[in-house]
């Protein structure tokens, strides 16, 4: 099978991950924090040694303020409820997800906030100017996927960071496209609060993901209950990682995430981009060469992207490209919105959306060709 779909979760994970979990399950997975017998102790180290693993890979100091969420789509929706409140205004842009957009419709709808979605460039980038130009007084908060997982542009999250710090405003960058793959470093790029997932390019298992806070930042917070601390008390604990971490965590997932990012440190993220790149440069080639029969969008060259390629083959609907991937040449592709109908409209591709491919650290130079074999097939069918 070719699995083309690791935008929306990486398939396989290092072998190291299947064992960690495998090993954790069986020996270690009693309640952290709760109890004090040794397999509670064990449970509980493992989730600090990975609290501390992330909170270094992002380069953040202030290690409880990383707390675990069930995905990015958790972290964000915790973020953003956690940070505004009536008048606020928010700068956000057509590029994002709807774990971002719709939060921020709903508290928009409801009131609460004002927000402007930025337009990106025909290429798909977001200009910093653009986003200086459009805080105002009120504006609390800047939310920017540092990647679209439509069209894989890398967006100049320091730049904008930089613009936010400089103004007072809160920016919180969605890095669901990009921990694991590109370097953050939530200092360098002035940012305050990251939202990430464990089980894309971390190499996680699907149910881990996490959210960073900067210190001394408040967040407001809707779970409540036990979290082995203080259970003398009748309120939550408000110290992190509890205030935001309530009930019993997805420990067999962090200690596979634990593996996930010890893979990566290991490989060397530099290694894990550069060969992505090379699979993207030989697939955009393929396309570039072939624009009689396939449309591209975002950008044909590599500069400022990752692996996501979003393309159509011509008169053909997405989905049904897709189906046939799957059922004649066992290849895992997703077409549609991919969860992102803003960035269609600006492409001109909504309602029906693209195909997309995401290739990760497992596809190789032959798996794109084969591909690239199919598609040749289909579109001349
Ligand atoms: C840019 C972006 N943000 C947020 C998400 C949501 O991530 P999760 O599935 O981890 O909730 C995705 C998922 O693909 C994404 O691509």
């Known amino acids: ?4 779909d690791n935008t929306a979760t990486t398939f396989p994970k290092p072998e190291s991950v299947y064992k960690a979990m495998d090993e954790f399950m069986r020996h270690s997975a009693a309640n952290p924090g709760r109890s004090g017998h040794k397999m509670s102790i064990i449970a509980e180290q493992a989730v600090t040694e990975t609290r501390n693993l992330l909170a270094k890979f992002f380069n953040a100091r202030n290690v409880s303020n990383l707390v675990f969420t069930l995905n990015t789509t958790d972290a964000l929706n915790i973020a953003i409820k956690g940070v505004l409140s009536s008048g606020d205004h928010v700068i956000t842009s057509c590029l994002e997800h709807n774990s971002v957009s719709r939060p921020l419709q709903r508290l928009k709808r409801d009131g ?3 927000v402007d979605f930025l337009k990106a460039s025909t ?3 977001i200009a910093p100017a ?14 920017l996927t540092h990647c679209s997982n439509v069209l894989g542009t890398i967006q100049p999250i320091k730049e904008i960071g930089r613009i936010a710090r400089d103004h007072g405003v809160l920016f919180l960058v969605d890095a669901a496209q990009t921990a694991g793959v590109l370097p953050i470093d939530v ?11 464990g089980h894309k390019a ?25 979290t082995g601390k203080d259970s003398q008390s009748e309120i939550h604990p408000a110290e992190m990682p509890y205030r935001l971490e309530a009930g019993t965590p997805n420990t067999v997932g962090i200690a596979g995430l634990n593996a996930g990012v010890k893979f990566i440190l290991n490989e ?8 992505e790149l090379a699979l993207t440069k030989r697939l955009l080639e393929f396309f570039t060469a072939n624009k009689d029969k396939f449309t591209l969008y975002g950008p044909a060259d590599c500069a400022n992207r990752l692996s996501t390629i979003s393309f159509n083959v011509k008169n053909m609907p997405p989905e049904e490209v897709s189906a046939v991937l799957d059922n004649s040449f066992d290849t895992a592709s997703r077409s549609g919105l991919h969860c ?7 492409i001109g591709t909504f309602p029906e959306g693209t195909l997309r491919f995401g290739l990760g650290y497992f596809n190789t130079a032959e798996e794109v060709d084969k591909v690239a074999r199919a598609l040749e097939e289909i579109a001349s069918a």
Do not use: C
């Open 1 to 4: 099978m070719l699995y083309f």
């Open 187 to 197: 200092e360098e790029d002035f940012i305050d609060m990251l939202a990430f997932p």
């Open 130 to 143: 653009d986003v200086k130009n459009a805080i105002k007084s009120n504006t609390r908060l800047i939310v």
């Open 112 to 114: 609460i906030i004002s």
């Open 202 to 226: 971390l190499f996680g298992p699907p149910g881990t993901g996490g959210l960073w806070t900067r210190q001394g930042l408040v967040i407001g917070y809707f779970r409540e209950g036990g």
């Open 340 to 346: 992102a109908p803003l960035v269609h409209k600006h």
């Open 123 to 125: 290429d798909g980038f």
């Open 268 to 275: 060397g993220i530099k290694k894990i981009h550069a060969h």
